[in-house]
């Protein structure tokens, strides 16, 4: 009597048929041929065309300028050596008189331009507060405050 070993498999492809995976391949061809012969191609469906006319009837408004959009202004408050520096889209002011002079002039060329005060960790919250109210003052309608990223 031989006892079967287990030492000596079959691979899965020895000695199989790939009969049943044809037939299924072969039935899933043939269904979907049939089920598209049913339909109708698009080019066959009727549809309305006007004329070759390319002239258009209709009038267009005519295009407005953008409108124009004033840059931001920065106002950079630092303290060195214990002196408030204070800076005016990058470009240093000497005081707050001369400071206040031009912010007047941005104001009344455009009071909504945004605004945006760069405050320094070691600038005094009166001398910041008093920069913010002269913003208002002047008609500014849009102050912000810049914040930095911690990280």
């Known amino acids: 009597m031989r006892v079967p070993g287990h030492g000596h498999r079959r691979s899965s492809l020895e000695g199989e048929s790939m009969t049943p995976m044809i037939d299924v391949v072969f039935l899933l061809l043939v269904f ?39 840059p931001d202004i920065v106002v950079r408050l630092t303290r060195i050596d214990g002196h408030l520096q204070i800076e005016l889209n990058s470009q240093e002011v000497p005081g707050a008189a001369e400071l206040h002079q031009k912010l007047k002039r941005l104001a009344d060329l455009d009071p909504d331009s945004r605004t945006i005060l760069d405050v320094g960790d070691d600038v005094s919250v009166q001398q910041f507060i008093a920069i913010y109210d002269l913003c208002q003052s002047l008609g500014f309608q849009s102050i912000a405050f810049a914040v930095r990223n911690p990280g």
């Open 32 to 70: 979907f041929v049939c089920a598209s012969i049913g339909q109708k191609p698009d080019a066959l469906m009727p549809a309305r065309l006007t004329d070759g006319n390319t002239e258009t009837k209709v009038e267009l408004p005519p295009q407005q300028a953008p409108e124009w959009k004033a």
